[in-house]
C-alpha cells in the first residue's frame, strides 16, 4: 500500500519569502510522487512529478520538490512566493502495487500576506 | 487543446432525487478516473476506465452510484437516490495511459449539494 502525509495543514508565508510544504510518504514499491495546486472554484494542476529520474525536481511558476528516498520525503519549495501562490497543494503518490491509482495526501492550504 | 470538459459545474438537489454528472476527457485519452473530494479533503478514486472497460471500481458504492462510459469516450456518472453525505465535489480525470510517467489531468469537477 502507499499513502502520503503531509505534515501541515496550513502554512502563511509573505509575499517574497520562500515557501515550504511538507510531504512524507509510504509506499512498498518504487513510487511516482507528484504535487497538484487548487486554486478556489478551479481543476487540479499538475505542479510537477517525480519519476524516478533526476531527484530534484522542477516545475512551473518556480516550484521545486526533491525525492529523499532515506528521509521518504518529497517537500515542495520555492524561492520566493508571489500572492497568487495561494491555494490548495496536494502531495500525491502513485505505485504500480495499485495499479498506479493516485493516493491524495489531505492537502496543505497556502496563505501569502502582503 | 481543450482540457477534461465536465458538467453541470453546480447541482443542488434535495435527498432521494437522482442526479448524473457528465465527463468528457481530452482527446485520445483512453484512461478515465472518476473522483470524489469531501470538504477539506484530498481527492479519493471512485472508478477507472480503460477504454470503455471499468477495471478498478472497488470503491464505488454500487448499491447507489453507477457510472458508464460508452464508447470508451464521454463517461456519465450517476447516484440514485442521493443522501446527505455524498454532498461534494466529483472530479474527472483522464490520461494516456497506466504507468510511472503518466499524468492525470483533471477537470473543474462539479459540486454537488444534497438538501
Known amino acids: 500500500a502507499q499513502s502520503v502525509t503531509q505534515l501541515d495543514s496550513h502554512v502563511s508565508v509573505s509575499e517574497g519569502t520562500p515557501v515550504l510544504l511538507r510531504c512524507n510518504y509510504s509506499s512498498s514499491y518504487s513510487p511516482s510522487l507528484f504535487w497538484y495546486v487548487q486554486h478556489p472554484n478551479k481543476g487540479l494542476q499538475l505542479l510537477l512529478k517525480y519519476t524516478s529520474a533526476a531527484t530534484l525536481v522542477k516545475g512551473i511558476n518556480g516550484f521545486e520538490a526533491e525525492f529523499k528516498k532515506s528521509e521518504t520525503s518529497f517537500h515542495l519549495t520555492k524561492p520566493s512566493a508571489h500572492m497568487s501562490d495561494a491555494a490548495e497543494y496536494f502531495c500525491v503518490v502513485s505505485a504500480p502495487g495499485s495499479g498506479y491509482a493516485l493516493n491524495f495526501g489531505k492537502g496543505t492550504s497556502l496563505l501569502v500576506t502582503p | ?115
Open chain 2, 1 to 115: 487543446e481543450a482540457g477534461v470538459v465536465q458538467s453541470p459545474r453546480y447541482k443542488i438537489i434535495e435527498k432521494k432525487q437522482p442526479v448524473a454528472f457528465w465527463c468528457n476527457p481530452i482527446s485520445g485519452h483512453n484512461t478515465l478516473y472518476w473522483y470524489r473530494q469531501n470538504l477539506g479533503q484530498g481527492p479519493e478514486l471512485l472508478i477507472r476506465y480503460e477504454n470503455e472497460e471499468a477495471v478498478d471500481d472497488s470503491q464505488l458504492p454500487k448499491d447507489r452510484f453507477s457510472a458508464e462510459r460508452l464508447k470508451g469516450v464521454d463517461s456519465t456518472l450517476k447516484i440514485q437516490p442521493a443522501e446527505l453525505g455524498d454532498s461534494a465535489v466529483y472530479l474527472c480525470a483522464s490520461s494516456l495511459g497506466q504507468g510511472l510517467a503518466d499524468t492525470q489531468y483533471f477537470g473543474p469537477g462539479t459540486r454537488l449539494t444534497v438538501l
